[in-house]
Nanobody, 125 residues
Framework: QVQLVESGGGLVQTGGSLRLSCEAS????????SGWVRQAPGKARECVAS????????YYDDSVKGRFTISRDNAKNTVYLQMNSLKPEDTAVYYC??????????????????WGQGTQVTVSS
């Protein structure tokens, strides 16, 4: 089992920045891929960024490419999502997700087995 706890969400104005963190605990000694998945009201979950355990494989959805940066510190069992130039359409609950069964990080929400509780990000216009 892997437990994931997100932090760092909040309210920010358009053009502002936030950094989300996701700390993992439990069965974390083995390699795992991580993703950040968001869900806006009335919409399906979408994976906006994901990263392999060694950081070699990184994926960004086109909607966040050039604005968001995913990274990880394996010594701290923590994955980050730096979000810059935020837009109102980025408003959503952001979930940290993990999977132990693959080396290349998934690009879909259904690729992930373990989930955090989510953190709200609200971007005001």
């Amino acid at each position: 089992q892997v437990q994931l706890v997100e932090s760092g969400g909040g309210l920010v104005q358009t053009g502002g920045s936030l950094r989300l963190s996701c700390e993992a605990s439990g069965r974390t000694v083995s390699s795992y891929v991580s993703g950040w998945v968001r869900q806006a009201p009335g919409k399906a979950r979408e994976c906006v960024a994901s990263i392999s355990y060694n950081g070699v494989w990184i994926y960004y959805d086109d909607s966040v490419k050039g604005r968001f940066t995913i990274s990880r510190d394996n010594a701290k069992n923590t994955v980050y999502l730096q979000m810059n130039s935020l837009k109102p359409e980025d408003t959503a609950v952001y979930y940290c997700a993990a999977d132990l069964s693959r080396a290349v990080p998934g690009r879909r929400a259904r690729d992930y087995v373990y989930w955090g509780q989510g953190t709200q990000v609200t971007v005001s216009s």
